[in-house]
């Protein structure tokens, strides 16, 4: 809570509205800080000089300062230029020092309490949290017309209206973004470890609070890639570049992205060009979370093929064919034994 704040439970407690639990965070930040109690003493006793002036809460704060000096000038010059036959009675110097004391304390009473109100009376944004479970996946669009598929086993909180000089979202886990341009207010995603910042592009983000690797893999346009704690940190990122953020070493890197697969767990397709026998079998065991071994002799293979919707089942049988391996299961593992380029 900040001064401006503290201030008003001051004023809510000479009027007998505070409430006891604001009335102990009060008296805490008192006891705190002398300076902060000589701030408590000074209102106090201003608002007893003011004979307990209770301003009148307004939102044009300037307007009213202004209108308040106006009233203390017009009635000094009017003293001034009053006839002698008129009767009037001077007050003291000490009355008089009081009068404007009571008035620049109705005042600043009056500031805070009408910074409190306006603020208390600007839009707010409600967020919505959705998380998935294992094997479940997500599309969700936002206000702002940006589509989101939310990867099993994570967590996405957003807004329902975005407010302020930039649109952000929370991740925890793995999504792709399909961000809707809008160059005056850029679109962020803050994760466990990384801040993630676009105008309008589309991209995989991967950071999961229990992983050691948050990465980023840009489709199209442009992706700034910071370590959330340390905004120097960073690295821009283009199409077909991909960024990778180890957490222990807190070390970034950027590479090209020659995986076109890097998200089919959302296009629900697998596409292999001249695809290093190796790098195929890995970009397999991402897709399904399952881990495959096979014979060196397929190292110097490249894998041609394109699945939409596939079944582990249904891959192995076919690399079977092409390459003449023989397919076994040992527990949770799939093994590919013999085997050869054709």
Request: one cysteine or more.
């Amino acid at each position: 809570m900040d001064k401006d704040l503290y201030i008003l439970l001051i004023y809510k407690r000479l009027k007998n509205e505070i409430s006891d639990k604001e009335r102990v965070d009060l008296d805490a930040w008192i006891q705190a800080d002398p300076e902060h109690e000589a701030i408590a003493q000074n209102l106090e006793n201003e608002w007893h000089l003011s004979g307990n002036y209770e301003p009148n809460i307004h939102l044009d704060l300037e307007e009213e300062f202004s209108f308040l000096e106006d009233r203390i000038n017009t009635y000094e010059s009017t003293k001034e230029s009053i006839e002698p036959e008129v009767k009037t009675i001077s007050l003291p110097n000490k009355n008089k020092n009081k009068s404007r004391m009571a008035w620049a304390a109705s005042i600043a009473l009056f500031i805070v309490a009408g910074f409190w109100i306006y603020n208390s009376s600007m839009p707010k944004e409600n967020w919505t949290q959705y998380a998935t479970s294992s094997g479940e996946k997500k599309k969700i669009e936002l206000i702002d017309g940006t589509i989101i598929w939310l990867n099993e086993n994570s967590s996405l909180q957003y807004p329902d209206k975005f407010l302020g000089n930039e649109r952000n979202v929370k991740l925890d886990g793995e999504a792709f973004f399909d961000v809707m341009r809008k160059t005056s207010q850029p679109f962020s995603i803050e994760s466990p470890s990384m801040k993630t910042t676009v105008l309008g592009t589309s991209f995989n983000l991967k950071d999961y609070d229990t992983e050691e690797i948050a990465s980023v893999a840009v489709v199209s346009g442009k992706v700034k890639f910071e370590e959330l704690k340390n905004e120097a940190s960073h690295i821009i990122l283009s199409k077909s570049e991909k960024g990778s953020f180890l957490k222990s070493s807190n070390m970034l890197v950027k590479q090209k992205q020659n995986n076109i697969n890097s998200n089919s767990w959302q296009t629900g397709e697998l596409n292999f060009k001249n695809t290093p026998f190796t790098q195929a079998v890995q970009e397999i065991e991402n897709h399904f979370d399952i881990e495959i071994n096979s014979d060196e002799s397929l190292n110097d293979c490249k894998f041609n093929s394109v699945l939409k919707n596939p079944k582990i089942e249904n891959i192995l049988n076919n690399i079977s064919e092409v390459y003449g391996t023989q397919v076994k299961k040992q527990g949770d593992i799939y093994v590919l034994e013999g085997g050869s380029c054709k």
